[in-house]
T-cell receptor, first 114, second 111 residues
Framework: DSGVTQTPKHLITATGQRVTLRCSPR?????VYWYQQSLDQGLQFLIH???????AKGNILERFSAQQFPDLHSELNLSSLELGDSALYFC?????????????FGSGTRLTVV | KNEVEQSPQNLTAQEGEFITINCSYS?????LHWLQQHPGGGIVSLFM???GKKKHGRLIATINIQEKHSSLHITASHPRDSAVYIC?????????????FGKGTKLSVIP
């Protein structure tokens, strides 16, 4: 157990639907990063939150949104789902903002859109 | 464009062999990370480097900042080392240190 909890582990849903992925960071970590891993694009950065505030956005579609709550858990909302959204979604947490603290990954949520 | 290149893409080794995976990047970085992903999908952070060399058990990671190159070595490889090894970097600036990933090296160690 890495200390980062992602739920659910697997999700199968239909096109056009909306889903919410949840991430609880390791105790004491203030940063949460979301990444998408697909067969054709590999691992890509989606969005970063630090202590409740959005810090950076990557290749995140407008249909996707995220937030970090006061208890520091984060949710990634995916709407109007398309077949191409099928992927593994990881979150990673880190103590601070600077890149010298290292990252701890969750086990991921495998999303299948049918 | 900030790119991270890994080689080889695929690697098959006999148990006990010494393995090297290479990573190169195009611009200055704040840190380089080596990650391991097993077939089940979970990602484990192996090393974070900004200079020099680090060792953990049979794994050794080195980085040459001037040449923008890093290597991951596995000594006395074992079938349980079979996994995808991913090189990733962070770039400083703008208050965010998200990872930029290479495409990974799939390692298979045969008994």
């Amino acid at each position: 157990d890495s200390g980062v909890t992602q739920t659910p582990k697997h999700l199968i849903t239909a096109t056009g639907q909306r889903v919410t992925l949840r991430c609880s960071p390791r105790s004491g970590d203030l940063s949460v990063y979301w990444y998408q891993q697909s067969l054709d694009q590999g691992l890509q950065f989606l969005i970063h939150y630090y202590n409740g505030e959005e810090r950076a956005k990557g290749n995140i579609l407008e249909r996707f949104s995220a937030q970090q709550f006061p208890d520091l858990h984060s949710e990634l909302n995916l709407s109007s789902l398309e077949l191409g959204d099928s992927a593994l979604y990881f979150c990673a947490s880190s103590v601070g903002l600077a890149g010298n603290y290292g990252y701890t990954f969750g086990s991921g949520t495998r999303l299948t859109v049918v | 464009k900030n790119e991270v290149e890994q080689s080889p893409q695929n690697l098959t080794a006999q148990e006990g062999e010494f393995i090297t995976i290479n990573c190169s990047y195009s611009v200055g970085i704040s840190a380089l990370h080596w990650l391991q992903q097993h077939p089940g999908g979970g990602i484990v952070s192996l090393f974070m480097l900004s200079s020099g060399k680090k060792k953990h058990g049979r794994l050794i990671a080195t980085i040459n900042i001037q040449e923008k190159h890093s290597s991951l070595h596995i000594t006395a490889s074992h079938p349980r080392d079979s996994a995808v090894y991913i090189c990733a970097v962070t770039y400083s600036g703008a208050g965010s240190y998200q990872l930029t990933f290479g495409k990974g090296t799939k390692l298979s160690v045969i008994p």
